[in-house]
């Protein structure tokens, strides 16, 4: 498992093609979000959620850590005070 974190907002990312995976929580309608600078994929905007308690996720977006470098080429390292709430992987 990942410690990524449930975000409000992401910045130098495009958008992908929105799909419908069955998550660890439920069907979700999400995008995948690209690098601006590289392309590469380096996580997901939740678009829509099926299930009722999973609507807070709406709108929101999730950063894969080990896909996303610091300016010196290392990977970021938040603290855990710092995070904001859980993850939702894609399922395999």
């Known amino acids: 498992m ?3 974190s ?3 907002d992401s910045v130098n990312v495009t958008f992908g093609e929105k799909e419908e995976p069955m998550m660890m929580t439920g069907m979700h309608s999400v995008v995948d979000i690209f690098c601006v600078g590289c ?3 380096v996580g997901w905007k939740y678009e829509a959620a099926n ?3 999973q609507k807070y996720k709406e709108g929101k977006f999730i950063l894969e850590r080990f896909k996303v470098l610091g300016p010196d080429g290392s990977n970021y390292s938040v603290s855990q005070e710092a995070q904001v709430g ?3 992987a894609h399922d395999a």
């Open 2 to 4: 990942t410690s990524d």
């Open 39 to 41: 392309g590469s994929v």
């Open 6 to 8: 449930l975000m409000h």
């Open 51 to 53: 299930e009722r308690t």
């Open 86 to 88: 859980g993850s939702d």
